[in-house]
C-alpha cells in the first residue's frame, strides 16, 4: 500500500512551493517556517549576499540544531536509563525483571 502525499503550499522567503510529503500539512508548514526563519537569521547578519550561500549557511544552522537534539535525547536516554537501573535496585528481588530491550 502506497503512502498518500499530500501537496502543501508554503512560503520560503516571499517565494511559494508546493510540496508533495506523506506528512500533516500542519507538520510541512512547520517545517518551512522553521526554514525561512533560518534563512531569515543569515540574511539578518547582513554578512551574505548571493541567495545559496544563504540557503547553505541556513541548512548549517539547521544541521547544528538537528545535532544538538539527538545529542540531547542521547543524554536524557542514559539518564533514564541510569535512574532505571538505581529504582531497579531498590525494589525487592521478585520484582527487578530485566527489562526487554526494543
Known amino acids: 500500500m502506497s503512502v498518500k502525499r499530500e501537496v502543501v503550499r508554503v512560503d520560503i522567503l516571499g517565494e511559494e512551493y508546493a510540496l508533495r510529503s506523506a506528512a500533516t500539512p500542519e507538520h510541512t508548514r512547520a517545517v518551512a517556517a522553521y526554514v525561512d526563519e533560518a534563512v531569515r537569521k543569515v540574511m539578518a547578519s547582513g554578512t551574505v549576499v548571493e541567495?545559496?550561500?544563504?540557503?547553505?549557511?541556513?541548512?548549517?544552522?539547521?544541521?547544528?540544531?538537528?545535532?544538538?537534539?539527538?545529542?540531547?535525547?542521547?543524554?536524557?536516554?542514559?539518564?533514564?536509563?541510569?535512574?532505571?537501573?538505581?529504582?531497579?535496585?531498590?525494589?525487592?528481588?521478585t520484582k527487578r525483571a530485566v527489562p526487554m530491550s526494543g
Open 51 to 93: 541567495t545559496h550561500k544563504m540557503a547553505i549557511l541556513a541548512a548549517l544552522q539547521i544541521a547544528d540544531d538537528l545535532f544538538r537534539a539527538r545529542e540531547a535525547l542521547g543524554e536524557a536516554a542514559g539518564g533514564m536509563r541510569q535512574m532505571g537501573d538505581e529504582v531497579r535496585r531498590l525494589l525487592p528481588p
